[in-house]
């Protein structure tokens, strides 16, 4: 069974740094493709970024390039977004999915990612 | 950046009635290379995370019960469900997997009237 489960959100002041990590299970992690999606409070999904099987390819949002860096270790089966410069609009829950190429098609729980002062 | 559009926002469906949400995204995303139109659909149930219904704009994932349909080409989009059970209150999103950024319709808001 396919499984992803996102860990390291939490609380973290305006200007701070957070990195989320995503364990996989059920399925050949080097092989995937990997995306990170948020969602704000009450609303609708956002995509972030998405990253090749071997790392290679990686894209962005605009809204976090520059500010967020997403990598993956194939070996833990571990994929991570790290944060920086965060801002209140950052705050969401944040999704690790797996994808089929650009198709996402296996989400994870997710982790809520709360910033303020 | 490809926008998507969803209509209606909420929607209120009796019981074993059709229920029908629509998508349009603001250039096609039908490619010319395979004929295979770039959208997906995904429910989202409350205090759930989204699930992959429909890829390849008609394409079932395995497990989906077939009263999910989807259709459309080129930027038209449509996702149906044939007769409305009470599992199925959620928010139902497209989603283009055709360029990045990858973009997803607003959502719709789908509910038992």
């Known amino acids: 069974e396919v499984q992803v489960v996102e860990s390291g959100g939490g609380l973290v002041q305006p200007g701070g740094s957070l990195r989320l990590s995503c364990a996989a299970s059920?399925?050949?992690?080097?092989?995937?493709?990997m995306h990170w999606v948020r969602q704000a409070p009450g609303k609708g999904l956002v995509w972030l970024s998405i990253?090749?099987?071997?790392?290679?390819?990686?894209h962005y949002a605009d809204s976090v390039n520059g500010r967020f860096t997403v990598s993956r270790d194939n070996a833990k089966n571990t994929l991570y977004l790290k944060m920086n410069s965060l801002r209140v609009d950052d705050t969401a829950v944040y999704y690790c999915?797996?994808?089929?190429?650009?198709?996402?098609?296996?989400w994870g729980q997710g982790t809520l990612v709360t910033v303020s002062s | 950046d490809i926008v998507m559009t969803q209509s209606p926002d909420s929607l209120a469906v009796s019981l074993g009635e059709r229920a029908t949400i629509n998508c349009k995204s603001s250039?096609?995303?039908?490619?010319?290379?395979?004929?295979?139109?770039?959208l997906a659909w995904c429910q989202q149930k409350p205090g759930q995370p989204p699930k992959l219904l429909i890829s390849?704009?008609?394409s079932r994932e395995s497990g989906v019960p077939d009263r999910f349909s989807g259709s459309g080409s080129g930027t038209d989009f449509t996702l149906t469900i044939s007769s409305l059970q009470a599992e199925d209150v959620a928010v139902y999103y497209c989603?283009?997997?055709?360029?990045?950024?990858?973009?997803f319709g607003q959502g719709t808001r789908l509910e038992i009237k």
């Open positions: 999915a797996k994808g089929s190429g650009y198709i996402i098609d296996s």
């Open positions: 059920g399925f050949t992690f080097s092989s995937n493709w």
């Open positions: 990253i090749d099987g071997d790392g290679s390819t990686i």
């Open positions: 250039q096609s995303i039908l490619s010319g290379s395979n004929n295979k139109n770039y």
């Open positions: 390849w704009a008609s």
């Open positions: 989603q283009q997997h055709y360029s990045e950024p990858i973009t």
